[in-house]
């Protein structure tokens, strides 16, 4: 068994067990990439992802996630990566080995279109696996169907080109590797309901299908 997947073996074990220890916690990443981008939108998004899943599913993820560099070999020990963002990104030749290496020995990428990623993030990602196209994953799939059911696929927090949401996917062998959230702008909808003025009924949508993507992540 890879390091990796030992790790993730451990999240998966030790994610829903109501522990507060925490040595029992896994860390999620946020991915910092170049090309002059802002990875760094939305601050509070994800640590109130987090906050929502420890509290309502019973998990045990830490409180705020780690910065990770594509290219670093420490993301190895991240079951559950996110990059999000307006503008540019670029990976390196390395990076994009490393990246490859991780999706493949069992990672995920959760990519969240920002509004503008979509024609930056389209060939980096197809550098990181030029035989896949990103594939709309059909309403049926398992990710719509966690704890909480999305029957008609990812929910509209933001509007930006009147255009429907559309979830993305990278399948490796039968595998989910990379989901990509398109004209949904969830982390938008995860941040501090008075950033973007979101009601309480959008900011719960939104972190619901967060949820149901971090528990299809650790369950399957």
Sequence with gaps: ??????????AVLF??????EAQSSVKVGL???????????????????????NSQMGM?????????????PNIFTFPFVHLTGHGNVVFSESEVANLRH?????????????????????PQMKRVFPELEFVELPYSHPIYHQQYEF?????KIHEHDNKPPQGFGLIWEGRL?????????LGDGWEDPSVHNDSPETHRKALEMGANIVQYVFMN
């Design 151 to 155: 029957s008609r696929g990812l929910p």
């Design 60 to 72: 045990n993820i830490e409180k705020e996630p780690v910065t990770i560099e594509p290219g670093d």
């Design 1 to 10: 068994m890879s390091r990796f997947i030992s790790l993730t073996v451990f």
């Design 177 to 185: 590797v990379c989901f990509y959230s398109y004209e949904s702008d």
């Design 15 to 20: 994610c829903f067990s109501g522990t507060s």
């Design 31 to 53: 991915m910092k990439y170049s090309g002059g981008g802002d990875w760094y939108a939305n601050p509070t998004s994800l640590p109130n992802l987090i906050a929502f899943c």
């Design 102 to 122: 991780y999706l493949l020995s069992g990672g995920f990428l959760h990519i969240d279109d920002n509004y503008g990623l979509d024609p930056f993030i389209r």
